[in-house]
């Protein structure tokens, strides 16, 4: 009830594969994401376009690939960059989740250091695969962040799910 209207997106549920801890073995499970089209559009719905197309952080070499990038794809591209790290969750370290966030590079003003989360998972959960299909939500969201789409479909091609309805609607209204 609390984050009703809000104005955050609703969580995205994918499978990805991880490690079954009792079994020791690889299984699919359920791992949530805040798609990075739906966190900038958030955003872009609540910022100064000027602000947010801010390039002054960036240095001279990411400057020089997104205008590479807005070469080949004819439009204005908003420098993103995606960062994965682990953060140690109790007093030994020896436990740790491994978070996926996004951040706005180009910025230099207050929102420099803005990092807006799009998932985490423990480490002991993490197999040869995981990163793989946790990659393939992201890189798929990315894709239509950078084509300024909705997705008519889940990453995986398959139907939207009944969770998914709130993004069906806005798929049939771009």
């Not at 699919?28 to 100064?48: G, R, V, W, Y």
């Not at 709130?166 to 209204?173: C, H, L, P, V």
């Amino acid at each position: 009830r609390y984050l009703k209207g809000c104005g955050w997106p609703k969580s995205y549920k994918a499978w990805v594969r991880v490690q079954d801890l009792k079994k020791g073995t690889e299984v699919k499970q359920l791992c949530s994401f805040l798609l990075p089209h739906e966190l900038i559009n958030c955003i872009h719905a609540t910022s100064d376009m000027a602000v947010l197309m801010d390039r002054a952080g960036l240095d001279p070499k990411s400057l020089a690939h997104l205008q590479k990038c807005e070469e080949s794809c004819g439009h204005q591209l908003l420098a993103l960059g995606v960062w994965g790290d682990g953060v140690p969750v109790n007093w030994d370290r020896t436990e740790s989740v491994e978070t996926f966030s996004l951040n706005l590079p180009g910025q230099s003003g207050q929102y420099k250091t803005l990092r807006l989360p799009i998932t985490a998972l423990s480490r002991k959960q993490v197999t040869e695969n995981t990163w793989e299909d946790v990659m393939e939500v992201i890189a798929w969201s990315l894709r239509h962040c950078t084509n300024g789409t909705r997705p008519t479909s889940r990453h995986d091609g398959a139907a939207w799910w009944p969770s998914d309805s709130s993004r069906a609607r806005q798929a049939r209204t771009a």
